[in-house]
T-cell receptor, first 113, second 112 residues
């Protein structure tokens, strides 16, 4: 079975442009997380989806960031009007019930020039 | 803000030695997990310890949890060069939604 898939692997964009990052979780996993990791730093929580419940958006750093999860499966993280400080690796993870091991994708490395 | 703080931030040891990393957290938890990250990409789950457990083993890994001190430790015995990676603790909080908050990580280097 496939693991968590993220695309693109790398994204270079100009400051001010919008970007969309995609995450395909493991089939059947109800919980999905987005994290951000700056170079050499820990993981910063962004947003958490659990089943049909309202997502926990408490980690989104500004209103330029948004995420959705369609049909309880694929998720898209959108960053509008990107800034240089948005440069980081964006990691997606899923788990079967929200309790238990998180399965991570390989991340999207975003570089804003 | 980060829930967990690992120490040390970096650790360098010789192959065959034991490596100990510590994690402290701030709020009540349901469980605590340890993850490993190679090359700054995806993390791999190592071990989960529940709040009512005090110690757990998996192969060369030993994890302890002290909820009264809000701390956990990860011991890797007989380390190998392949253990070189960053190690993170993650706590499932009991407040609000059940989400996982990661610590700042320990960068372990095992010298051959």
């Amino acid at each position: 079975g496939a693991g968590v898939s993220q695309s693109p692997s790398n994204k270079v964009t100009e400051k001010g442009k919008d970007v969309e990052l995609r995450c395909d979780p493991i089939s059947g996993h109800t919980a999905l997380y987005w994290y951000r990791q700056s170079l050499g730093q820990g993981l910063e929580f962004l947003i958490y989806f659990q089943g049909n419940s309202a997502p926990d958006k408490s980690g989104l750093p500004s209103d330029r960031f948004s995420a959705e999860r369609t049909g309880g499966s694929v998720s898209t993280l959108t960053i509008q009007r990107t800034q240089q400080e948005d440069s980081a690796v964006y990691l997606c993870a899923s788990s079967g019930t929200g309790v238990g091991p998180l399965h991570f994708g390989n991340g999207t490395r975003l570089t804003v020039t | 803000s980060q829930q967990g703080e690992e120490d040390p931030q970096a650790l360098s040891i010789q192959e065959g030695e034991n490596a100990t990393m510590n994690c402290s957290y701030k709020t009540s938890i349901n469980n605590l997990q340890w993850y490993r990250q190679n090359s700054g990409r995806g993390l791999v789950h190592l071990i989960l310890i529940r709040s009512n457990e005090r110690e757990k083993h998996s192969g060369r890994l030993r994890v302890t949890l002290d909820t009264s001190k809000k701390s956990s430790s990860l011991l890797i015995t007989a380390s190998r060069a392949a253990d070189t990676a960053s190690y993170f603790c993650a706590t499932e909080t009991t407040s609000g939604t059940y989400k996982y908050i990661f610590g700042t990580g320990t960068r372990l280097k095992v010298l051959a």
